[in-house]
């Protein structure tokens, strides 16, 4: 048995986006994509009614503003065991952020989202040490935006991969997931920090699945801290990416632990079995 997890879906309503982040949504997304993020926000029935359609078993849910304090994606999660919530914070504007961190595990939030961009905000400072160090002993992973942007304003500088090194240092019993896999400038670097740091992991969102096996020729040396995403809503429908990604000159092996084997791994899901029905 197979099953599919996608471990870069962004949600919020609306009025929560990033404003470009939000035009290029809309932009790129499908017409029943746009069904999803009318009205509030893919929240609910309407995501998982789009996750059924992708032949999505879980979905990561990463939240999509700039504001200091971001715990909606929790929302998502009511209900169901199929989407996982990530948090985000920038302590420097947000004194309680760790306070509020351990609470929203607590709550169910599966994951911390570091977006240095976004809060100009790189990630070795060290205003997010303590919440690296609850991610740390609480066993939640800690994802960072590493890779290029088109955002106008989008300060580069702060998404170098060597910047992810100091922190998979730091803490080396903290997962620490690569998002987008270094695009754009760092796509070697993000793979050679996987292949020597036992903690960091590459997730592939925003990547175009027909350039993957040529920007990562030794993937299989990775294997085991791999992740499929799709970036969504800013990226063609999550069916083709898997499809795209399954037709590459990989082993089965790997694709499946691409797709959804890592995926069970990190975050303690149950794999299908040939009694599951889906």
């Known amino acids: 048995m197979s099953m599919l997890v996608d471990c870069h879906v962004h949600v919020g309503a609306r009025d929560r986006w990033i404003p470009e982040g939000l035009r290029l949504a809309d932009q790129l997304a499908a017409p029943e994509v746009r069904e999803v993020l009318a009205g509030g926000g893919p929240t609910g029935d309407r995501l998982l009614a789009y996750l059924d359609s992708q032949g999505v078993d879980v979905a990561v849910a990463i939240p999509s503003g700039r504001e200091p304090v971001q715990e909606y994606a929790l929302d998502e999660a009511v209900g169901t065991d199929r989407i996982l919530p990530f948090v985000q914070y920038d302590p420097r504007s947000a004194p309680d952020a760790s306070r509020r961190f351990a609470a929203a595990i607590d709550a169910g939030a599966r994951g911390l989202k570091v977006h240095p961009m976004s809060h100009q905000l790189p990630a070795n400072d060290r205003s997010l040490y303590p919440l690296f160090a609850i991610a740390e002993e609480r066993r939640i992973?800690?994802?960072?935006?590493?890779?290029?942007?088109?955002?106008?304003?989008?300060?580069?500088?702060?998404?170098?991969?060597?910047?992810?090194?100091?922190?998979?240092?730091?803490?080396?019993?903290?997962?620490?997931?690569?998002?987008?896999?270094?695009?754009?400038?760092?796509?070697?670097?993000?793979?050679?920090?996987t292949r020597m740091r036992g903690n960091v992991w590459m997730e592939l969102s925003g990547l175009p699945a027909r350039r993957i096996a040529a920007l990562f020729p030794e993937l299989d040396r990775v294997g085991d801290r791999v992740l499929f995403g799709s970036d969504w809503p800013s990226s063609p429908a999550i069916s083709r990416l898997a499809k795209e990604f399954r037709g590459l000159p990989f082993s089965e092996e790997l694709t499946e632990n691409v797709l959804w084997r890592n995926a069970c791994r990190l975050f303690g899901l149950k794999p299908p079995t040939t009694t599951d029905a889906k």
């Open 141 to 193: 992973p800690v994802m960072v935006h590493v890779g290029s942007s088109v955002f106008p304003g989008a300060k580069m500088r702060f998404c170098d991969p060597l910047l992810v090194d100091e922190v998979a240092a730091d803490f080396p019993d903290l997962q620490v997931l690569c998002a987008h896999s270094g695009r754009g400038f760092w796509t070697q670097q993000v793979f050679e920090l």
